[in-house]
DNA sequence: ATAAACCCTTAAGTAGGCTCTAGGGTCAAG
DNA sequence: CTTGACCCTAGAGCCTACTTAAGGGTTTAT
């Protein structure tokens, strides 16, 4: 069941990209199709799609692709590593999540003040409560990185 | 109070970033030094560094120095804009957040049940339970994106 | 007063991630 | 059986975000 085969184009339009994109995306190991038509085509399983949708929202975050392959690949290649080094990668993209995620954090209440602050009317800025949160030192203070 | 003064090599070890890195941001109008010395040397301030902070943890979560510029500036030529279009700007970018740390939570409860089944030890990794999880469709589903 | 460790500028080079061009097959509709 | 909308490959080109190079001042320490 849920056998059904996308061309590249039909994919491209549901994951919000483009052809070129998703050819580039093979050549470079990403996401390959399941097969092809008789006549050259690609085509995508489900599975390909679903590779597809999180390699771009992977993306969108931060990841790179060379990450983003080594993520989708922690399936593959299992008999060429150990359970300890699988277990150290997921710990440690792990953590590199959670810090992510409290930037993102910090960035949204940093905005959500000017936001709030603001009265949305017509005017101009000028004279906008915005101003002193993005201006304050400490809206956004360096803790601890890397 | 507080008027400490870096020069960029300080400032770039302070920030784990490098010297050419920061000349660079400058050029592209996204951190500038407070003054110069006499003798032409960068001088950073604390806000100097409190802005080159927000940038890198900015652009650690996928953010472009172009979009990061538009954050920064968002203090900036008030005088040029609406309330309503700040407001507007400001209620974008935090959807925009929200969503990203929806993306990473999604990532992050696929890797941790690949992190709590593997066993960790020193066998390979062959057998190991991570199989399932990347590998069902459902894992990262596609909702809804852009 | 000479080294070591900084700093400066301008300009060219590089890596990652697409994006476009050229030249050509394929397929459904009318 | 042609037109329009797809698809293919190989390869060049492009944008972003640095990075390196070349040539040269400045500071601090011995
Ligand atoms: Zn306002
Ligand atoms: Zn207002
Ligand atoms: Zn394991
Ligand atoms: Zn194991």
Known sequence: ??????????????????????RYYETAGLVNATRRSASG????????????????HAKKVGFSLKEIKQLLGLRLHKDEHTCEEVKHYTGAKI??????IA??????????????ACC??????????ILSTLEDPDTFKHTSDK
Chains 1, 2 share one sequence.
Not at 1 to 20: E, P, R, S
Not at 103 to 116: F, G, R, V, Y
């Open 120 to 129: 949305g009317g017509g005017e101009s800025a000028e004279n906008c409560s």
């Open 41 to 56: 085509y690609r085509l995508y399983s489900e599975q390909d799609a679903q590779r597809l949708y999180f390699l771009l």
């Open 1 to 22: 069941m849920n056998d059904k085969l996308y061309q590249i184009g039909q994919l491209a339009k549901m994951a919000g990209t483009n052809v070129d994109t998703l």
């Open 95 to 100: 953590s590199e999540i959670e810090a992510k």
């Open 103 to 116: 930037d993102l954090e910090k960035i949204k209440q940093a905005l959500e003040s000017l936001h709030m």
